[in-house]
Nanobody, 125 residues
Framework: QAQLVESGGGLVQPGGSLRLSCAASGFTLDYYAIGWFRQAPGKEREGVSCISSSGSIAYYGDSVEGRFTISRDNAKNTVYLQMNSLKFEDTAVYYC??????????????????WGQGTQVTVSS
């Protein structure tokens, strides 16, 4: 059974950095693209980034472009999201999800077939 577990969230000041991890088990990570999404209270789930199965292609949402970097280590069955220059508006629960098809610069959640439980990121002074 496919499982994704996020970690690395926490409380950080504006301008700070965090690195989230998404640990995969129960399937061969090499075969799948992985996406990161986030959801703030009262808001819809927002696409943050997607990385291809090989790691050679990545897409970013407009609100995080230039500040966040997605990467993966298939040997460790882990995908990462490095978040720099964090802003108050980055506060949300962050989720990783498995995508059987190629990444695209579109963020329909129906394209993802397995989700983690999420990790809270809070940006506050």
């Amino acid at each position: 059974q496919a499982q994704l577990v996020e970690s690395g969230g926490g409380l950080v000041q504006p301008g700070g950095s965090l690195r989230l991890s998404c640990a995969a088990s129960g399937f061969t990570l090499d075969y799948y693209a992985i996406g990161w999404f986030r959801q703030a209270p009262g808001k819809e789930r927002e696409g943050v980034s997607c990385i291809s199965s090989s790691g050679s292609i990545a897409y970013y949402g407009d609100s995080v472009e230039g500040r966040f970097t997605i990467s993966r280590d298939n040997a460790k069955n882990t995908v990462y999201l490095q978040m720099n220059s964090l802003k108050f508006e980055d506060t949300a629960v962050y989720y990783c999800a498995r995508r059987p098809t190629r990444c695209k610069a579109s963020w329909g959640t129906v394209e993802y077939d397995s989700w983690g439980q999420g990790t809270q990121v809070t940006v506050s002074s």
